[in-house]
């Protein structure tokens, strides 16, 4: 199994930057990427970014150019740096790890004010 820890979500003005972590643990070496999704009530979660082991990375066309997801292997974390926030963006952020199970965090919320 992979458990995963989200941080960083909060409140912030239009405009503004968070930066999300995800600590993973357990059976690291099974992970084949891990990404970001979001949700908001009443619509699908949808992916945001992933990054595979190799660090090649993908983005829904939404956020390209604003979010950058990396990773730091070492301590088994990865981040979503989040830039130029719209209140749009505003949503409950998930990470996730993909073995041949999915594996989710328990969401971290992002609020972003107009």
């Known amino acids: 199994q992979v458990q995963l820890v989200e941080s960083g979500g909060g409140l912030v003005q239009a405009g503004g930057s968070l930066r999300l972590s995800c600590a993973a643990s357990?059976?690291?070496?099974?992970?084949?990427?891990m990404g970001w999704y979001r949700q908001v009530p009443g619509k699908e979660r949808e992916l945001v970014a992933r990054?595979?082991?190799?660090?090649?990375?993908a983005y829904a066309d939404f956020v390209k150019g604003r979010f950058t997801i990396s990773r730091n292997n070492a301590e088994d974390t990865v981040y979503l740096q989040m830039n130029s926030l719209k209140p749009e963006d505003t949503a409950v952020y998930y990470c996730?790890?993909?073995?041949?199970?999915?594996?989710w965090g328990q969401g971290t919320q992002v609020t972003v004010s107009s």
């Open positions: 357990g059976r690291l070496y099974a992970i084949i990427y």
């Open positions: 996730s790890a993909k073995t041949g199970y999915d594996y």
């Open positions: 990054i595979t082991r190799e660090n090649t990375t």
